[in-house]
């Protein structure tokens, strides 16, 4: 069974920038992507950026030209660095990561690591 654990959240100032990391541990498995997804106070939890193992990235158009999301093969560890943070960006934010072992296919979250931005 993977496992993951997310690392960097923390409380910065609006137009700083914080990198969150999240890397994925078990045996035998193939990560197919992995993500980040982020769910603030009273709102449902929605995509901010993903990546396959090819390097094919994703991002939603409000972090768009902020954030980057990159990924490390070798370490099976994601990482996303986030620039010019704003109030708005302030969420509990959780690792996603989509994985084969033997025949299967599974999803799995991350325990989240919160992200405050004071204005």
């Known amino acids: 069974q993977v496992q993951l654990v997310e690392s960097g959240g923390g409380l910065v100032q609006a137009g700083g920038s914080l990198r969150l990391s999240c890397a994925a541990s078990?045996?035998?498995?193939?990560?197919?992507?992995m993500g980040w997804y982020r769910q603030a106070p009273g709102k449902q939890r929605d995509m901010v950026a993903t990546?396959?193992?090819?390097?094919?990235?994703n991002y939603a158009d409000s972090v768009k030209g902020r954030f980057t999301i990159s990924g490390d093969n070798a370490k099976n560890t994601v990482y996303l660095q986030m620039n010019s943070l704003e109030p708005e960006d302030t969420a509990v934010y959780y690792c996603?990561?989509?994985?084969?072992?033997?025949?299967?296919?599974?999803?799995?979250w991350g325990q989240g690591t919160l992200v405050t931005v004071s204005s």
């Open positions: 996603n990561g989509g994985y084969y072992t033997g025949f299967k296919y599974l999803e799995v």
């Open positions: 078990g045996s035998s498995f193939s990560i197919n992507y």
């Open positions: 990546i396959t193992s090819r390097g094919s990235t």
